[in-house]
């Protein structure tokens, strides 16, 4: 039971939902994910903090057969059959010349100028902001009732060249199916440590 701290804290349901009981699925039903789904899972996503409102992430939405087909080609075998079986896996990624969106992104200061002339900051930023991206992305779908799948498992100049042909500044971060998980393909929930166990408070 999660401890009541004030009062807008979510319903223990709510949090169970995100958190407590969400699993991570190694294989899906057939049922599918609209595009209005993955439309709100994006409206949600986009609401969380990013450094400077960045928003590094670029989303491809693999859902068609043919782009199934052409993911599955790119990772290891033991996720070829959860890609092909997910309604949809997104691939994020993230843009290393995000910057020349902070104009429009943050317009309270001349934040473009902080990432001129160094890229390799720029790939350091992307990177870490489209990881927490991607971690609201999978926060965002489970809170609207879908179950998620996060692979690592992935030829990245593979993925890279299959998908970001047309956009060379863009590099996949990680992948993630989204749909509604069979309960019949999660394991024994892994060890959760307790508080003291990797934190510390000075």
């Not at 319903?11 to 169970?16: F, G, V």
């Not at 670029?58 to 782009?67: C, E, F, L, M, N």
């Not at 990624?93 to 900051?121: C, M, N, Q, R, V």
Request: charged share 25%; proline share 6%.
């Amino acid at each position: 039971m999660t401890k009541q701290f004030h009062d807008i804290t979510l319903s223990a349901d709510a949090l169970d939902q995100v958190f407590n009981e969400a699993r991570t699925y190694n294989d899906w039903l057939d049922k599918p994910v609209s595009d209005a789904q993955l439309e709100a899972i994006w409206d949600l996503t986009k609401m969380a903090p990013t450094s400077a409102n960045m928003l590094p992430a670029r989303i491809v939405w693999v859902k068609s057969p043919q782009a199934k087909a052409k993911l599955a080609g790119c990772v290891m075998e033991g996720n070829k059959a959860k890609v092909e079986a997910a309604p949809v896996t997104a691939i994020i990624g993230y843009d290393i010349d995000f910057h020349e969106e902070l104009p429009w992104l943050f317009p309270h200061t001349d934040a473009k100028s902080w990432f001129e002339g160094d890229e390799d900051g720029r790939v350091d930023a992307a990177f870490r902001n489209s990881s927490l991206q991607g971690a609201y992305l999978m926060l965002a779908a489970r809170s609207l009732g879908l179950d998620c799948g996060p692979m690592s498992g992935f030829d990245e100049k593979m993925v890279n060249e299959a998908f970001f042909a047309d956009e060379p500044r863009h590099r996949v971060n990680f992948i993630c199916s989204i749909g509604y998980g069979d309960p019949a393909s999660i394991f024994d929930r892994s060890p959760r440590p307790d508080f003291a166990k990797f934190n510390t408070i000075i």
